[in-house]
């Protein structure tokens, strides 16, 4: 996806921005955000971006209230409210493990706050120092950074725009709530064949949300993704399970996730760290180059004096990592007791957690901070922590075994609270830059929503576990702990199948424990390594392919589609101008592609923001034990059903981005027309040239 041209409200323009009025209700939906997003990680194992969901929001409360509201005032909402919702990504992911190795009894507050602020401003920090080499110099796609600017644009606008992103936001809001509240349709399909001794896999997200996010990153990114999933789930998964046997399992496709997860996921967390090492080195210089200028500022450079390309003052950025740091270093100190391995881990943290932030940041852009795998970057973080704890902890220090699982988590606790709000930071200022944002003002909003949350989500999980337990397994521990102290026939016991889910906290417990115990599963990280270097030696994109590899292939399937239909409607629009696909598009050609692209990108932001709205919505009504499919008796259909009730939407989708098209074409021939040529090219790229 393309810039879509100059920020929306210029530099020259002093519009309200970070008023006081805007801090109150970015911190109040920060809170919400945050408790929300909590609550889903917790129970299904994934979060909602809150950007878009916080911009409708902050629009409609902002707007009911105030008369002379500005688009700048809405954008620092979200900014604040949706930090509160990344950090508690990398917070739900690694806390609640303690629990699950049986470090801690119960979620302990000064610990988690400690955890969550340390992470959350230095990624965010770090974040700061690389925003004009990600968004300025690279220009990302940032997918729900850019759908986000259509949704505050269109809101500060009015008219048809609005109207089209209200109409999108009630589609997918419907959506969302058929599948996801009402659970009428299955919200994915797949199924599994046995072919010669293995199985083949198909399957697919059922999800608008993902389908709008390939339609703005384009085929381009969106194939290499694609691309990713087929190497794990078309290759890897069925050659391990012909030579090594499959799980024991209900049914063949969950005998096949059952491999991936255990297996081939690991392989898309070596290939990213491979991939995220290649692309800092390979960015090496523009970064280095980025961060002198931010330092050392021409005073005869006009572009730094615009009100919209002001960050903060580097060098007092540089200041402030440095004193997390330090108190990082005390933080570790305090509660291991080891001069040595607090000092270490401290540097440590500096070093990687500035990796990983910039990993993320690029990842976001890429596909966007919902997609964002930050149990992936989490898992990497474990690996690199390990072998740091084992060599100073247990080879220098003797520490005994529990001591070294808490370090480990500790250390790689706050490094992915670091990685899971710089993918967010990135997101909102995309959003910033295309708006017209004060990028320091924008940051100082950014802090506020990262300490409002770092303080909301401790006791927030705390609420949690103690109302329905963590996980099965700290459900467990807590009931042998309950028998011990109050006998067998105690009324406090939990039904632990009610406990949430977790999974993320579950698989890194099982990690660290494996770790310390010989039990790592290092040789599909050195697979994915190995495939990474591959990668790059064939002049792929490493790091699209290596999410493809680490998040199910369902989740890459609609990303797919989106891009395909991305791709269909510009040749579509080439088709009506030009009548050919043959030719350099002429300027009229492209100005009717940018046009269809631009409501494409619309429509699908108002798809994002209703199924992120509902999610959020469904996280509260299950939080107070509001389940409607059990209120209204809903039997969930056939798949056979759900994909055709998932395809209706899908010709909405592209019914409302084509409505940009010139008139007097015929929709269907011009896709297949351009779906011909394409394919036609594909296959004469394999073709030697003869000479």
């Not at 990600?134 to 500060?156: D, M, S, T």
């Not at 500096?350 to 940041?361: N, Y």
């Amino acid at each position: 996806m393309s810039e879509l041209g100059e920020p929306y409200i210029p530099a020259d323009q002093q519009p309200l921005e970070l008023t006081l009025r805007a801090i109150v209700v970015g911190i109040v939906l920060g809170v919400l955000m945050t408790a929300a997003n909590a609550y889903l990680g917790l129970y299904a194992g994934m979060t909602v971006s809150a950007s878009i969901p916080a911009a409708v929001m902050s629009m409609l409360i902002l707007r009911a209230l105030f008369k002379d509201v500005s688009i700048l005032e809405n954008n620092a909402v979200q900014t604040m409210a949706s930090a509160g919702e990344s950090l508690a990504a990398g917070v739900i992911f690694t806390v609640p493990a303690m629990l699950v190795i049986g470090i801690w009894v119960e979620i302990e507050w000064f610990p988690t706050l400690a955890i969550a602020l340390l992470g959350g401003l230095l990624g965010t920090m770090f974040t700061i120092a690389l925003r004009r080499l990600f968004i300025v110099e690279e220009a990302l796609p940032y997918p729900e950074g850019v759908a986000c600017r259509e949704v505050l644009v269109a809101g500060e606008e009015g008219g048809s725009g609005a109207l089209a992103i209200v109409y999108a936001l009630g589609i997918g809001a419907l959506y969302g709530l058929m599948v996801k509240g009402f659970k009428i349709v299955h919200s994915e399909a797949e199924g599994a064949v046995e072919v010669f001794k293995t199985r083949m896999y198909a399957g697919m997200d059922l999800s608008i949300a993902l389908l709008s996010v390939g339609f703005i990153v384009g085929i381009r990114i969106a194939s290499f993704i694609f691309l990713g999933g087929v190497i794990g789930y078309a290759i890897l998964v069925p050659l391990l399970g012909f030579l090594n046997g499959w799980p024991q399992s209900d049914t063949l496709a969950n005998g096949f996730y059952t491999l991936w997860l255990e297996q081939v996921r690991y392989v898309g967390v070596g290939a990213m760290v491979v991939g995220g090492i290649y692309t800092l080195w390979s960015m090496r210089k523009t970064i280095f180059s980025g961060l002198k200028k931010s330092f050392v500022q021409n005073e005869s450079d006009n572009e730094y004096h615009l009100r919209t390309e002001k960050d903060l003052p580097m060098k007092w950025v540089t200041v402030v990592c440095g004193v997390l740091v330090i108190l990082t270093f005390f933080f570790y100190w305090y509660i291991t007791g080891s001069l040595i391995l607090s000092l270490a881990g401290a540097l440590f943290l500096a070093v990687v957690s500035f990796f990983f932030a910039a990993v993320a940041g690029y990842i976001a852009g890429v596909v966007g901070s919902s997609n964002s795998p930050v149990s992936g970057m989490t898992i990497a973080t474990l690996l690199f922590t390990v072998g740091l704890v084992w060599i100073v902890g247990s080879y220098f220090l003797g520490l005994e075994q529990e001591e070294l699982m808490y370090a480990t988590l500790l250390i790689a606790a706050v490094v992915a609270s670091s990685a899971a709000i710089a993918g967010d930071v990135m997101q909102d200022l995309k959003t910033g830059h295309m708006v017209g944002a004060t990028p320091w003002r924008q940051q100082i909003a950014e802090i506020v929503g990262v300490i409002t949350g770092a303080f909301v989500i401790g006791p927030t999980i705390s609420l949690l576990h103690n109302a329905f337990q963590i996980s099965s397994t700290a459900c467990i521990a807590t009931n042998e702990r309950i028998v011990a102290s109050e006998g067998p026939n105690s009324s406090n016991l939990y039904d632990c199948s009610e406990a949430l889910f977790a999974p993320q906290a579950e698989l890194i417990g099982a990690i660290v424990k494996g770790a310390f115990v010989g039990d790592m599963n290092l040789p599909m990280v050195f697979l994915g390594a190995a495939l990474a270097v591959v990668l790059i030696r064939l002049a792929m994109p490493v790091m699209s392919v290596a999410i493809g590899i680490y998040l199910p292939l369902g989740l890459s399937v609609p990303i797919m589609l989106g891009g395909i239909l991305s791709s269909l409607a510009i040749g579509s629009a080439y088709l009506r101008v030009d009548g050919t696909l043959d030719q350099k598009p002429s300027k009229k050609a492209k100005q009717a592609a940018y046009e269809v692209e631009s409501r494409g990108v619309l429509i699908g932001a108002g798809f994002i923001a209703g199924e992120s709205i509902l999610g959020v919505l469904i996280a509260v009504l299950i939080v107070l034990n509001i389940n409607l499919d059990s209120i209204f008796g809903i039997t969930e259909l056939p798949q056979g059903i759900s994909l055709l009730f998932f395809a209706w939407f899908v010709g909405v989708f592209l019914w409302l981005a084509t409505r940009a098209l010139p008139s007097g074409g015929h929709l269907g021939k011009e896709m297949l027309t351009t779906a011909s040529h394409a394919l036609k090219r594909f296959v004469r790229s394999f073709i030697p040239n003869s000479k």
